[in-house]
């Protein structure tokens, strides 16, 4: 499959400390790969520096051929990259379809098509009935949803999430994963899965990237990375080596 | 049917809006009192102002406190180019407008870097930085401005042509032109909100960082809503210059005119369509018969206008700090015909 982003040792200082220290990764077209991580290992600092928040201070980052090292987020995501994040960040004094209409106005520069687009994005996450609803009134687990119908309105080949499954119940969270499962399986994206929670991210991702204190410790198939003793011994604890 | 009234009856309320704004003067005109003519033009020209302030403020949720550096780059334009080149005052208007715009680009593109009362302060400085040019710039006379030499003995299409009314017309066309300014205002704002620009803008305010997420670089469209705001005041300008018939410092970059429409629009609604000529509708008349009424009376001089000013902002902030508009007046006077036909039903039964 055809390289889509690639992190060539990527390093990101914040004064004396280093959230990103030489990381590399590559994620092809069409693959879900899940990035994991204790607190502060720098994962949401990687996804600023490939969307275009922050700059890596080394390193390299392109995207399907264009190196957006330095890149301004809006142009990020012009290339095809949309991303969620770990603190939501809906327009919360404007209805949920308008949310998604400023996503869709990147590639739809008139509004009733733009609009025509969002409906059917509500339709495919299923926030259609609470089309008319300000954004600031939805419940967690429908505004990170939410987030993931305006990233996809942008109609990105990448899509980045930030922790959407944390802070939701258990039946929210399966819901959101039967979400992710259906943009990778129906709209054929790549995706890259920050997440928290192992027994979501394990069985989702086709491989997975874990990072500690900065620095990639393993990369390879879930099944592979928990027998990983770094990462056991850095991220996953006894405990999840106990259960399997 | 419910839904139909409901979207019916704004506009059957905009149409009794628009004969009654257009009928006003015309009683006055008989009475030859038309003091009240230019409380209208006062109340249209600050409600203009506002429908322009709300872009900027309402929609990108930037304060911009010093708006009225356009109001004078557009009376100072229009007004060299009578004075110096002979130009009509509508084409003085549109280069009035297009230096507004211009002006604030450039201006503003730097200021987009800051965020918040950063930003709010950085308008003010731009305010303080032009009141000194204006002062003493000789090419616009410095703090003496510049005079508009009256055009007298013209008929109705000459005084339209060359933006002058004077004697017992004169408080009459303006009225009217202001009425025709503000109508245009309000139908380019009103396209702005509705098009993709309006989605922008909001997006901004709501979550600058989400909205460059999704692709919308928010400092370029910042520069654009400052300069949509801008090009409002600038027409504003040119019309109050030709009405004043004089461009002076201290007279167009008063802090009243930044002032008087940001208030109407927080007090009427910030960020609808209508809030800045509702607000504009009560502020002014206020000020104004205060000033008149209790002027002369033994509170002369004491600033009553500005406490009832002050009191009813208060007010608003206090109980409705979105807006009179944001009140549910829709349901309200649904509930209203409800029960206007229930008592039909009764009185029949």
């Known amino acids: ?244 | 049917m419910a839904g139909s009234s409901g979207r019916r009856s704004p506009r059957v309320v905009l149409a009794v809006g628009v004969v009654l704004g257009l009928l006003y003067p015309i009683p006055l005109q008989w009475s030859g009192y038309t003091y009240f003519q230019t409380v209208g033009f006062l109340v249209l020209i600050n409600a203009m102002l506002g429908v322009g302030w709300n872009v900027i403020g309402g929609w990108a949720g930037q304060f911009d406190f010093a708006p009225q550096v356009f109001f004078a780059i557009g009376a100072y334009t229009a007004a060299i180019l009578f004075v110096h080149l002979g130009w009509s005052p509508w084409l003085g208007m549109l280069a009035g407008v297009l230096a507004a715009i211009g002006i604030c680009a450039l201006v503003t593109y730097p200021l987009t870097r800051l965020r918040g009362h950063y930003f709010a302060i950085s308008t003010v400085a731009i305010w303080m930085i032009a009141q000194p040019i204006g002062a003493t710039w000789e090419f616009i006379n410095g703090s003496r401005g510049l005079f508009i030499p009256m055009q007298t003995g013209q008929g109705v299409l000459g005084s339209i042509a060359s933006l002058q009314f004077v004697g017992r017309t004169k408080a009459l066309g303006y009225y009217y032109v202001a009425f025709g300014l503000l109508a245009v205002a309000l139908w380019l704002v009103h396209l702005v909100e509705r098009g993709r620009l309006g989605f922008y803008f909001r997006a901004i305010r709501d979550d600058q960082e989400g909205a460059e997420g999704i692709g919308i670089p928010s400092r370029l469209y910042k520069v654009i809503a400052r300069s949509i705001t801008a090009a409002v005041f600038g027409a504003g300008g040119v019309l109050y210059g030709f009405w004043a018939l004089a461009v002076f410092p201290e007279q167009v970059l008063d802090l009243n005119w930044s002032t008087l429409p940001i208030m109407a629009t927080v007090v009427g609604g910030i960020g609808r369509l209508w809030g800045p000529v509702l607000g504009a509708f009560i502020l002014i008349p206020i000020s104004q018969i205060m000033s008149t009424t209790l002027g002369t009376g033994p509170l002369a001089g004491r600033g009553i206008d500005l406490i009832v000013y002050g009191i009813i902002i208060v007010l608003i902030a206090a109980l409705r700090p979105t807006g009179i508009l944001s009140l549910p007046w829709s349901r309200w006077a649904r509930g209203l015909m409800r029960r206007r036909a229930s008592a039909r039903l009764v009185g029949r039964g």
């Open chain 1, 1 to 244: 499959m055809a390289t889509l982003l690639e992190v060539r040792s990527v390093t990101k200082r914040f004064g004396g400390l280093v959230a990103n220290k030489e990381v590399s990764l590559a994620i092809s077209a069409g693959e879900i790969v899940g990035l994991i991580g204790p607190n502060g290992a720098g994962k949401t600092t990687l996804f600023n520096c490939v969307t275009g928040y922050t700059h890596a201070d080394a390193g390299r980052i392109v995207f399907a051929g264009a190196d957006i090292t330095r890149a301004r987020p809006e142009r990020v995501s012009g290339l095809g990259i949309a991303r969620t994040w770990q603190l939501v960040r809906t327009f919360g004094r404007m209805t949920v379809l308008e949310n998604v209409v400023c996503g869709a106005l990147k590639r739809h520069a008139r509004v009733g098509e733009a609009r025509a687009r969002a409906l059917r994005l509500l339709e495919f996450t299923g926030l259609a009935s609470r089309e008319d609803v300000v954004a600031a009134n939805l419940t967690l687990a429908d505004k990170k949803r939410l987030e993931i119908a305006r990233a996809l309105a942008t109609e990105p080949r990448l899509l980045l999430l930030d922790e959407a499954m944390s802070g939701l119940t258990p039946a929210e969270t399966a819901a959101a994963v039967e979400l992710v499962r259906r943009i990778h399986g129906e709209l054929g994206l790549a995706l890259c899965v920050v997440e928290h929670v192992m027994e979501v991210v394990m069985p989702l991702s086709q491989r997975v990237v874990v990072l500690d204190d900065g620095e990639k410790i393993a990369e390879g198939p879930p099944a592979e990375v928990v027998r990983n003793d770094a990462v056991i011994k850095a991220y996953l604890g006894e405990h999840y080596r106990g259960r399997r």
